[in-house]
């Protein structure tokens, strides 16, 4: 009898020693799976989305497309709807038929910048080939370029101005009193042109691309 009650107490004893063992990997778990969702929503959710969240007051839809081959560093990176996608930045270009869309560089840059943008930037041939390949060889495209004065050449966007990175047209720039530049398509080929910065034209918005 008295060794039936010791067996059956060591019975209990492992049983309660496995079911503490369970609670324990359980809660264990369940802070480690708490722990990673916390961080997680931080990461993808704190930082990019608050940037998303911000373009959703402009744009009402978005287009995103996944990067990267492995399931685990799929990256998801989104543009407007309807704006063109190249490296890390989208782009809008008016199209042929609009004709509301003429305006002073000071004027365009205002338009491109409510809705989170701002004008063309142009920092490579790659970028430049990109651009007056979906342009109409008809218009001139004011692009995010200005003189702050003496041939002080400034990109909207603060990155600085690669001499050895520009795209004059033969002869360009002409005349301190034009402090303003247009991408336009002259004498068979695309290149830049400094004009009255009053003078009305189409233009390139250019935004970095929303990663999600
Ligand atoms: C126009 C104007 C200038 C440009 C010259 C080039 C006559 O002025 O577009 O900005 O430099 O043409 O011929």
Redo the contacts with the bound molecule.
Sequence with gaps: MVQERNLQGKGVCWSLRLWSAAVISILLLSTCFIAHCVVTYQFTMDKPNTRLSELHTYHSSFTCFSEGTMVSDKVWSCCPKDWKLLGSHCYLVPTVTSTDSAASWMKSEEKCSQMGAHLLVIHSQKEQDFITNILSTHAAYFIGLRDSGHRQWQWVDQTPYDESATFW?K?????ED?KCV?LNH?NDQWGW????CNHKHKSVCQMKKIYL
């Design positions: 047209h002869g360009e720039p002409s005349s034009e247009i002259r042109n400094d004009i009255p």
